[in-house]
T-cell receptor, first 116, second 116 residues
Framework: GAVVSQHPSWVICKSGTSVKIECRSL??????MFWYRQFPKQSLMLMAT?????????EQGVEKDKFLINHASLTLSTLTVTSAHPEDSSFYIC????????????FGEGSRLTVL | AQKVTQAQTEISVVEKEDVTLDCVYE???????LFWYKQPPSGELVFLIR??????QNEISGRYSWNFQKSTSSFNFTITASQVVDSAVYFC?????????????FGGGTRVLVKP
């Protein structure tokens, strides 16, 4: 079964509103989680690295004030898309590393955001 | 900087045909990991394989096989006797080793369409 869960799996919102997406590690503690964005028919691009108890590290070109990341506990990271616009419509997917497992990199199911 | 290239954007085959997906990577790291993921229309990423840079043995898992050629920086994936359920987008990915690793650089993906 899934060991990393995302919520919501899909969301539709109006332009200008903020949307929060949660990424949870279900049976392990994750000090580091990663957020990716995937536009339709494109590849996955790393947006940021979420670090528990400290600031996220953003990739070049990703607006940190627009994509707020909070990793307040060892099992939860949240991505908030602030003042969303139609161009933010995308598939957002997180991953987390479980160092206790040999191949311990797990992806969430993804969250599809549509901004009207 | 790391880079992964999947030259084939889309491959269409008839059921029972074999299909090979190409993946070429670039990295300055001497230790790294290579991955293949399957992304069906539902969007979730399905882990297929991880290979570390020191293990050049080819691997077979059922109808899937992988050919890692470090000399040519390639990690190709073959589906033997393809089935309709194999229709999906397949991503090759690369990560650095170490505790800070497992943030992945993805290739552009190859869409495989298996026709009955």
């Amino acid at each position: 079964g899934a060991v990393v869960s995302q919520h919501p799996s899909w969301v539709i919102c109006k332009s200008g509103t903020s949307v929060k997406i949660e990424c949870r590690s279900l049976d392990f503690q994750a000090t580091t989680m990663f957020w990716y964005r995937q536009f339709p028919k494109q590849s996955l691009m790393l947006m940021a690295t979420s670090n528990e108890g400290s600031k996220a590290t953003y990739e070049q070109g990703v607006e940190k004030d627009k994509f707020l990341i909070n990793h307040a506990s060892l099992t939860l990271s949240t991505l908030t898309v602030t003042s969303a616009h139609p161009e933010d419509s995308s598939f957002y997917i997180c991953s987390a590393r479980d160092f206790s497992r040999e191949i311990g990199l797990f992806f969430g199911e993804g969250s599809r955001l549509t901004v009207l | 900087a790391q880079k992964v290239t999947q030259a084939q954007t889309e491959i269409s085959v008839v059921e029972k045909e074999d299909v090979t997906l190409d993946c070429v990577y670039e990295t300055r790291d001497t230790t790294y990991y290579l991955f293949w993921y399957k992304q069906p229309p539902s969007g979730e990423l399905v882990f297929l394989i991880r290979r570390n840079s020191f293990d050049e043995q080819n691997e077979i898992s059922g109808r899937y096989s992988w050919n890692f050629q470090k000399s040519t920086s390639s990690f190709n994936f073959t589906i033997t006797a393809s089935q309709v359920v194999d229709s999906a987008v397949y991503f090759c990915a690369l990560s650095e080793a170490g505790a800070a690793g497992n943030k992945l650089t993805f290739g552009g993906g190859t869409r495989v369409l298996v026709k009955p």
